[in-house]
C-alpha cells in the first residue's frame, strides 16, 4: 500500500476555485457571473463538512450548494424573470441553510493550562488531528487505570510511561511513594473513534509527570513522538498532516523528534507560519517546553512561574524629597 500525503486546506480552496466550481457551474447551467462564492465559504464547507485528504466529499458539497441554487434559478424563470438577471452571493452564515448543520467538529487548542492535560497529534486516514490525553490521580495502591478504545501497542506506550516517569521522580520533584499511595487513571477521550500506534508515548509520559508532579501543562503545546525506556524520543510518520492539524487548532508550539526534522521540509511554508518547531532527543526536552514550573505552594493553590515572579518582584524605587521644614518665627527677647 502506497500512502499519498493530503492536500492542505489552501490547496483544496484553490483546487475548488480553479476546477471544481467552474465546472459545476457548466453542469447545473450557470454563469460564473451569476454565483459568487467567497474563499471562507469554501474554507467552511472543508472544515464544517468534509473530513477527507482529497476533495471528492468537497466537490458533492458544492455540487449541493449550486443544485439548489440552479433550482432558484428556473423558478424565477419560470415567473417572468431573466435568467441574467439572477444574481447569488454565498456568505458563510449561509451555508448551513443550503448544507445543514455541520457534520464534523474539530478539536482546538484549551484555554489554560491544565495538570494532567497534554495535547497530543495524530495522523488519521482523513488527515491529521489534535487528540487530548487526560489523567487524574486518586487515593489508592497504585494502580493504573486506562480507558478508550485503544490498540495493544498505545496501551503498551502508557506502560513504558508510566514506567520512565516513576524512575525520573527525583528529577521531577516528586515523592516516590505517591506512586504507592494513589492510583491513577489515564483516559483518551473521544471512545468511539479507534486508537493505536506509538506516537502518543510523549503526550502519555508528559500527562503522567504532569498529575503525579502537579504540574500544570501548557495550553498551546502539542507533541508527537514515540518513547523507550530509557527515554529517548524516536521519529514517527505522518508529520505533515500533524503539523496541519496543530495549524488549524490554534496550537503555537509543536514539539517533534529529533529524527523528524528533515520531514518538515515537506510541510508548506503557509502551513508553517506562526509555529514554533522543537525537536527533542530525550522526553526530558519534552517536559522542558510543556511543563510550567511550580515555585511555591500557597493555600490550596499552586502559583506557576509567571505569577511567582510577579508577586516577589520588588516595587519600583521611588525617590523621595526630603520635607522641607517650616519656616520657624524669630525668638522675641
Known amino acids: 500500500m502506497i500512502r499519498l500525503a493530503g492536500y492542505t486546506e489552501n490547496e483544496k480552496v484553490q483546487i475548488a476555485k480553479k476546477h471544481l466550481i467552474p465546472e459545476l457551474l457548466e453542469n447545473h447551467g450557470l454563469e460564473k457571473t451569476q454565483i459568487t462564492i467567497h474563499d471562507d465559504v469554501i474554507l467552511a464547507v472543508i472544515r464544517d463538512y468534509t473530513a477527507e485528504a482529497g476533495v471528492r466529499n468537497l466537490e458533492r458539497r458544492l455540487a449541493t450548494i449550486l443544485r439548489k441554487i440552479a433550482r432558484k434559478v428556473a423558478t424565477e424563470v419560470e415567473g417572468g424573470a431573466q435568467a441574467s438577471d439572477s444574481v447569488f452571493t454565498v456568505e458563510t452564515k449561509d451555508v448551513e441553510s443550503y448544507l445543514g448543520l455541520p457534520a464534523y467538529e474539530h478539536e482546538f487548542a484549551e484555554r489554560h493550562p491544565e495538570i494532567g492535560v497534554t495535547t497530543g497529534l495524530a495522523w488519521t486516514s482523513f488527515g ?6 487526560e489523567a487524574t490521580r486518586m487515593t489508592g495502591g497504585g494502580r493504573t487505570t486506562v480507558t478508550g478504545q485503544l490498540g495493544d501497542v498505545m496501551r503498551e506506550s502508557v506502560s513504558a510511561a508510566y514506567s520512565y516517569v516513576r524512575s525520573k521522580a527525583k528529577e521531577l520533584g516528586i515523592e516516590d511513594r505517591i506512586f504507592n499511595e494513589y492510583d491513577i487513571h489515564i483516559h483518551f477521550p473521544a471512545g468511539a473513534i479507534p486508537k493505536d500506534g506509538p ?9 503522567i509527570a504532569s498529575v503525579m508532579g502537579e504540574r500544570p501543562v501548557r495550553h498551546d503545546v502539542a507533541m508527537t513522538g514515540e518513547i523507550t525506556l530509557r527515554g529517548k524520543v524516536l521519529s514517527v510518520g505522518g508529520i505533515k498532516e500533524k503539523v496541519m492539524a496543530a495549524q488549524r ?7 517533534l523528534p529529533e529524527g523528524n526534522r528533515k520531514d518538515l521540509s515537506e510541510v508548506p511554508d503557509e502551513v508553517k507560519e506562526g509555529l514554533a518547531f522543537v525537536f527533542a ?7 522542558q517546553q510543556s511543563l510550567i514550573p511550580i515555585y511555591v505552594a500557597k493555600g490550596d493553590r499552586k502559583y506557576d512561574e509567571a505569577e511567582y515572579r510577579s508577586e516577589h518582584q520588588p516595587p519600583p524605587s521611588r525617590r523621595r524629597e526630603p520635607a522641607q521644614k517650616p519656616d520657624r518665627p524669630e ?3
Open 128 to 133: 491529521g488531528e489534535i487528540m487530548f490525553i
Open 199 to 207: 506516537s502518543a508515548g510523549v503526550a502519555i509520559a508528559t500527562c
Open 331 to 333: 525668638q522675641r527677647r
Open 281 to 287: 532527543e530525550r522526553v526530558e526536552d519534552v517536559w
Open 249 to 255: 487548532a490554534n496550537i503555537k508550539t509543536v514539539v
